[in-house]
Every structure is written in structure tokens, then in C-alpha cells.
């Protein structure tokens, strides 16, 4: 993933822009922690990211090429789990994610969904309707729902929130081996054992500057915060 002079806001120009221009490659097998104050941006750069928020200006590259949601090849390769709640309507958890996978054209999705039904802590829960569970339970879902498909891209908005301590642990030991399978994981986060566990590079955002960092001072960063 390489952006290049990336300005990103909700208006039409420049001037709109809600942080400063970010500059950053993250390669093949590395993981991003973009860390920052509230406030400071990082789910809008992670929108422009994955093509749900157009540039203000400056370029987004994904696999080397510009970034467009709409392509096949995009969403073949770009998993996400944003600041959302979302599910089927009507499905359970397991059709949920059984669906997921057989239209990403996983090839054996039942055995796959049931390990990660299992990973995610969610068996008890696996026939439940997405309404009937706790909100750190749908958080599970949506977190199994990113590894339950193809991905080389994987892009996180605070994949710590409403996960109890032992289901973020499981999550970083998660992300730790997608880095090692060559998958580049960008994620926005307030968690600093995720940082330093699983980022091997930090991009911090404030008012004045976006810049690259070590994970180590993007964690005092935090900590500071
Ligand atoms: N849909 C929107 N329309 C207009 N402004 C928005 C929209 N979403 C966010 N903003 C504003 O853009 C700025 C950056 O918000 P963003 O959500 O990217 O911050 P963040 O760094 O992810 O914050 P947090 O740590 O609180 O999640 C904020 O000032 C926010 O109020």
C-alpha cells in the first residue's frame, strides 16, 4: 500500500483536509499502526484507503495499482473491518460467514468458518442472529468476518474496540501470523500491546504532522496521549 502527498476531508478542496499530507509504504508482510488523538484522522485516511473516500489529492496505490472499491481484483484482495455494525439481515452468525466465504469463493468454507467460529470465541453463539449478541460478541463476528475470505490487504479501524483482554490478545497473535502469510495489515489504533506487538512500523498524526515512526514511540505517543 503506497500513498503518496495523500490529503483527505469531507469537503470538496484542499482546504477541507483533516490532517496533513501523508506519505507511507507499507510493503508485503509489514503492519502500519497509524496512532493519533481522537479527532485527528486516522478512520478518514483509512476510508480513502479502501476507495470509500475519494482524495482531496495526492495518489492511494494497492498492489500497484490506483485504488478503485469498485474493481473485482480490489476487493479480492482487500479485507476490512471499519467503524461499523453490519451483518445480513436474517442470517446467523455461521450463514453470516458461510456466506461470506463461499462468495469470496473460499473452497472449504464450512470447515474454515467453524475454526474461526472457534477462534473468535463465538461457538455457543454460532446459530445467534447478530442482534442477539453482546456488542464485544458482534465485534467478534465482524473481526472473523476479515479472515474468512481471501485477503493481501488487511485494513483494521480499531480492531482493539469493546474486545475483552484475552480476545485482544488472540487478535494480535492473529494479525502477528497474517503478517508472516505476507498479508500487509494497516491499522488505526489507541492499543499500545498491539503496537508493539504486532506493528512493525507506526505512522503519527497530529495537527502539525503525519510522520513515520518506530512502533516503540508511536506507543509513548499513545501513552502520552
Ligand atoms: N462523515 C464526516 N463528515 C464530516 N466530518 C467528519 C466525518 N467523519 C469524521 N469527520 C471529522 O473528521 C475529523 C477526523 O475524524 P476521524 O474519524 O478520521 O478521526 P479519528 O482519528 O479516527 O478519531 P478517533 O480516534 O476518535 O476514532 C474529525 O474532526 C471528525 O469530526
Known amino acids: ?47 480513502a484507503f479502501v ?29 476490512t473491518v ?13 450463514e453470516h460467514l ?27 453463539r454460532a446459530a445467534a442472529m447478530p442482534t ?8 467478534r ?3 472473523a468476518s476479515a479472515f474468512v475470505r481471501p485477503r493481501r490487504v488487511l485494513v483494521l479501524d480499531e480492531p482493539e474496540q469493546r474486545l475483552d483482554a484475552g480476545m485482544r490478545d488472540r487478535l494480535a497473535q492473529r494479525l502477528i501470523a497474517e503478517r508472516a502469510d505476507g498479508v500487509t495489515v494497516i491499522m488505526a489504533t489507541h492499543d499500545p500491546a498491539l503496537v508493539s506487538t504486532v506493528a512493525t512500523e507506526a505512522l503519527l498524526i497530529s495537527e502539525k504532522a503525519a510522520r513515520r515512526t518506530s512502533p516503540k514511540d508511536a506507543v509513548a505517543a499513545i501513552e502520552a496521549l
Open 98 to 124: 458461510l456466506l461470506l466465504a463461499r462468495g469470496h469463493g473460499v473452497s472449504r468454507a464450512s470447515a474454515l468458518v467453524t475454526e474461526l467460529i472457534a477462534e473468535f470465541g463465538l461457538t455457543d
Open 1 to 47: 500500500m503506497r500513498a503518496t502527498s495523500l490529503l483527505v476531508g469531507y469537503g470538496e478542496s484542499v482546504d477541507s483536509a483533516v490532517c496533513p499530507p501523508v506519505t507511507i509504504e507499507v510493503p508485503a508482510g509489514r503492519a502500519l499502526a497509524i496512532v493519533g488523538a481522537n479527532g485527528t484522522g486516522k478512520s478518514t485516511l483509512l476510508r
Open 51 to 79: 476507495g470509500l473516500l475519494p482524495a482531496l489529492s495526492g495518489r492511494v496505490e494497492v498492489l500497484g495499482r490506483e485504488v478503485d472499491e469498485r474493481e473485482a481484483s480490489f476487493r479480492a484482495a482487500v479485507s
Open 82 to 94: 471499519m467503524d461499523e455494525d453490519t451483518s445480513f439481515p436474517s442470517l446467523t452468525v455461521r
Open 132 to 139: 442477539a449478541l453482546s456488542s464485544g460478541q458482534r465485534r
Open 141 to 143: 463476528m465482524l473481526l
